[in-house]
């Protein structure tokens, strides 16, 4: 899967837990009259890609893992009519309200596919989701009457980290109408986040590699994805912060020269955790680097690493890998 390429803190203030309509246009009262929604029409403009929303969408299409969670997350799973493109299992919590789902394909449906499914909404986590090349790009699914939504994570310059959740979230709870769910799930997420940053405040941060996969090349975890913003707020320091992007290659070289203490494994594909633990092991220019010399792995599911409702769970799973004493 093609991985191209506000504040979270502030969510407990009195601004966040507003009625949200100020996120988009105000309702046109004669609109409303004629039976759109309280709220809406509402207006949006999504990396680029401004859409009005006269109602809420009934019949939404997730593609990938955490675009599926956010709306399980906000108790739409009535308005899921098809998903695709799943990394690993959908969280234990959500598991129910998941059943009964259509799965469209297992990785990106055709573009016949997907509209056959009637969608008036489809939300995509990763660029690749409005492949133009499938058929699947943004415009051409607006043509055909479907709205759609690109994560954040995607079309943001420089960092992401909690104020694109926030924005996230806000911004998809208000496009189905149920702005105060988002609320209370980023208040949620944000206490668990205060709480592990308490634990780890005083520990000593240790040097992280990320290593998402790769033999000649090493593709890790870059500054500008949240997946850096999950180290940091986990109590440790992303050794390749420098790449300009969410993921990147890298050279072998590069680690050597940087020396992490730690290497956090992302789990997700037909590599297992353990082939690729063998692959550092043998190689003989990893040696001497701290955390392969003294074994120190950590693992994360690349679906908690990427901008979803899995970052405060991302947040205390490796806080509690990377400062096991801190409890």
Same mark, same amino acid.
């Given at each position: #899967? ?7 803190? !502030? ?28 709220? @809406? ?11 009005? @929303? %006269?109602?809420?969408?009934? *019949?939404?299409?997730? #593609? ?23 990394? %690993? ?15 469209? /394909? ?6 016949? &596919? ?32 479907? !709205? ?23 911004? &998809? ?21 205060? /709480? ?12 992280? @590699?990320?290593? %998402? ?5 090493? @593709? ?34 590069? &680690? ?18 353990? /082939?690729?633990?063998? *692959? ?13 010399? %003294? ?15 899995? &970052? ?13 004493? !801190?409890?």
């Amino acid at each position: #899967m093609t991985r191209t390429r506000a504040c979270l803190r !502030a969510l407990l203030t009195t601004a966040l837990l507003v009625p949200l309509a100020a996120c988009g246009s105000q309702p046109d009262p004669v609109r409303q009259l004629q039976g759109s929604p309280a709220g @809406f029409p509402f207006t949006v403009t999504n990396c680029g890609v401004q859409t009005t @929303f %006269d109602a809420p969408p009934k *019949r939404a299409v997730t #593609m990938n893992q955490h675009t599926t969670e956010i709306l399980l997350a906000l108790g739409l799973g009535d308005r899921i009519v098809g998903t695709a493109y799943l990394d %690993d299992a959908i969280l234990a919590r959500y598991r129910s309200d998941y059943q009964g789902i259509k799965v469209l /394909a297992k990785e990106y449906p055709s573009k016949e &596919v997907l509209l056959a499914a009637a969608p008036d909404f489809v939300y995509g986590g990763y660029t690749s989701a409005f492949d133009e090349g499938a058929g699947r790009d943004r415009a051409g699914l607006e043509k055909s009457g479907v !709205a759609t939504r690109l994560s954040v994570e995607y079309c943001t310059e420089g960092k992401v980290g909690l104020d694109q959740l926030r924005t996230e979230i806000t911004e &998809v709870a208000r496009v189905f109408g149920v702005p105060e769910r988002g609320a209370r799930l980023l208040a949620e997420g944000q206490r668990r986040i205060e /709480a592990v940053k308490a634990k780890v405040s005083a520990a000593e941060h240790p040097s992280v @590699f990320v290593y %998402d996969s790769g033999d000649n090349t090493a @593709f890790t975890s870059g500054g500008h994805g949240i997946g850096n913003e999950i180290i940091s707020l986990a109590g440790g320091d992303n050794v390749f912060s420098d790449l300009k992007d969410t993921f990147g290659d890298v050279s072998w070289e590069q &680690v050597v020269q940087r020396r992490p203490e730690v290497v956090v494994i992302y789990d997700y594909g037909g590599t297992t955790v353990e /082939a690729k633990k063998k *692959r550092l092991l043998q190689d003989p220019a990893l040696r001497e680097v701290p955390a392969v010399r %003294d074994r120190r792995f950590a693992v994360l599911p690349l679906s908690s690493a990427v901008l979803g409702v899995r &970052v405060a769970d991302a947040v205390e799973e490796l806080a509690r890998q990377l400062h096991p004493a !801190a409890r």
